[in-house]
């Protein structure tokens, strides 16, 4: 695993007005085209980094609600019926979410999951939701966090 990678100049932007505002925290960066890499990260984080990254959504130095988008799901009226499926928490405007999953028949479980693709911001959720599955939270992870923390620092 390299804690090296290519950054945007968003997240360059954001490193630099908001992580290191702060005097007491500062390190030195890279910033010509490569992430700070491991001063972009707090020690807690760099020893929960397999723990808290959901699915695949993988590590950066920017991470959002440790990189997970929850989802609000139910089971629908019958088998073969649409899973009662949306976002929740955070909320992600610039992500776009395709549901390709239906509600399945007693006893077949929570077969559902996210697939998310690194070229484009959209995700679409697969599989089944079995239908005496009562509603609960769905967490999956979030490919692009650096978007998701540049829109909470806006607010």
Request: with cysteine; net charge positive; aromatic share 12%.
């Amino acid at each position: 695993m390299t804690l090296f990678r290519i950054i945007t100049s968003a997240e360059r932007e954001i490193v630099s007005h908001t992580i290191f505002s702060d005097k007491k925290k500062r390190k030195k960066a890279i910033f010509s085209g490569l992430a700070a890499g491991i001063a972009l990260f707090s020690a807690t984080s760099i020893q929960q980094l397999g723990i808290y990254t959901t699915g695949s959504a993988g590590v950066t130095g920017l991470m959002f609600y440790e990189n997970i988008q929850s989802f609000n799901v139910s089971a629908g009226a019958e088998p073969g019926a649409p899973v009662n499926i949306s976002p929740s928490y955070p909320a992600v405007p610039w992500m776009e979410f395709r549901y390709d999953c239906e509600t399945g028949k007693a006893g077949t479980g929570d077969q559902l999951y996210m697939y998310t693709s690194d070229l484009a911001p959209v995700a679409e959720i697969r599989g089944t939701y079995g239908l005496e599955r009562g509603k609960k939270r769905l967490d999956c992870s979030n490919k692009f966090p650096e978007y998701t923390c540049a829109v909470y620092f806006k607010r």
